[in-house]
């Protein structure tokens, strides 16, 4: 396996890996679809309504289903549809955002819809105060990846995992070892999923890294303007 170095719109000096097994692709495209910035907040919420819903307990079904509803319209229709309508309008090149330039209009439509769902849930009886430090962090990795747009292509994804992962580790801090397992496979999929997106050239290690840093730091901010 062979791989070179190009330069990209930004004029920064990217690897590029020709001949990569057609699998390993593959593989890596599935991950990066199926862990979509637009998915993760979703599989958060579903987690801690369906599948350790202690921070729900005594919330009827009725209840966790709008709680995921609103989640799904705010974290994953608005911004789907946005990205859409710009691409039709033809504000942006492609719906993958491939150019940094391309990311400026989607990171501030996002973190208008972030900001709304954390300012509803903010005022919501019987909404647990996790939830509402989550819904913050989403807001503020956004926020913090939107800044960092300007310097670098930086990467969504991670930004996304990033927020995923330090809230689940806040959760194991507060409640206890039982969250460890859970704790462990985010971290895995976080791996795989930061993995794939070098093996696709679509980012740059310090890219990779500096997003999964601004997930961290948006989830510390939250805790500590909630606490």
């Given at each position: 396996?062979?791989?070179?170095?190009?330069?990209?719109?930004?004029?920064?000096?990217?690897?590029?890996?020709?001949?990569?097994?057609?699998?390993?692709?593959?593989?890596?495209?599935?991950?990066?679809?199926?862990?979509?910035?637009?998915?993760?907040?979703?599989?958060?919420?579903?987690?801690?309504?369906?599948?350790?819903?202690?921070?729900?307990?005594?919330?009827?079904?009725?209840?966790?289903?709008?709680?995921?509803?609103?989640?799904?319209?705010?974290?994953?229709?608005?911004?789907?549809?946005?990205?859409?309508?710009?691409?039709?309008?033809?504000?942006?090149?492609?719906?993958?955002?491939?150019?940094?330039?391309?990311?400026?209009?989607?990171?501030?439509?996002?973190?208008i819809w972030y900001f709304w769902i954390w300012y509803v849930w903010r005022g919501l009886e019987g909404m647990p105060r996790e939830m509402v430090i989550f819904a913050m962090g989403v807001?503020?990795?956004?926020?913090?990846?939107?800044?960092?747009?300007?310097?670098?292509?930086?990467?969504?994804?991670?930004?996304?995992?990033?927020?995923?992962?330090?809230?689940?580790?806040?959760?194991?801090?507060?409640?206890?070892?039982?969250?460890?397992?859970?704790?462990?496979?985010?971290?895995?999929?976080?791996?795989?999923?930061?993995?794939?997106?070098?093996?696709?050239?679509?980012h740059t290690a310090r890219e990779v890294y500096f997003g999964l840093a601004a997930g961290l730091a948006g989830l510390l901010?939250?805790?500590?303007?909630?606490?």
């Amino acid at each position: 396996m062979d791989s070179r170095m190009v330069l990209d719109s930004d004029n920064e000096l990217r690897e590029t890996i020709d001949r990569q097994p057609k699998a390993q692709r593959i593989i890596a495209t599935l991950l990066s679809y199926i862990f979509h910035p637009i998915f993760v907040p979703i599989y958060v919420i579903y987690f801690l309504l369906y599948t350790e819903p202690f921070l729900f307990y005594g919330t009827t079904e009725d209840g966790r289903l709008m709680v995921l509803l609103q989640g799904i319209v705010n974290y994953t229709f608005f911004p789907l549809v946005s990205v859409l309508l710009l691409r039709g309008l033809k504000f942006i090149s492609s719906i993958k955002l491939k150019d940094r330039k391309d990311r400026i209009i989607p990171f501030i439509i996002c973190n208008i819809w972030y900001f709304w769902i954390w300012y509803v849930w903010r005022g919501l009886e019987g909404m647990p105060r996790e939830m509402v430090i989550f819904a913050m962090g989403v807001f503020m990795a956004s926020s913090i990846g939107l800044l960092l747009n300007i310097y670098m292509k930086v990467s969504m994804h991670s930004i996304a995992l990033g927020t995923a992962v330090s809230f689940l580790c806040l959760l194991g801090f507060e409640y206890g070892q039982g969250m460890g397992i859970y704790i462990i496979i985010a971290l895995l999929i976080a791996g795989l999923v930061c993995t794939a997106r070098l093996l696709l050239s679509d980012h740059t290690a310090r890219e990779v890294y500096f997003g999964l840093a601004a997930g961290l730091a948006g989830l510390l901010i939250a805790n500590m303007v909630a606490g």
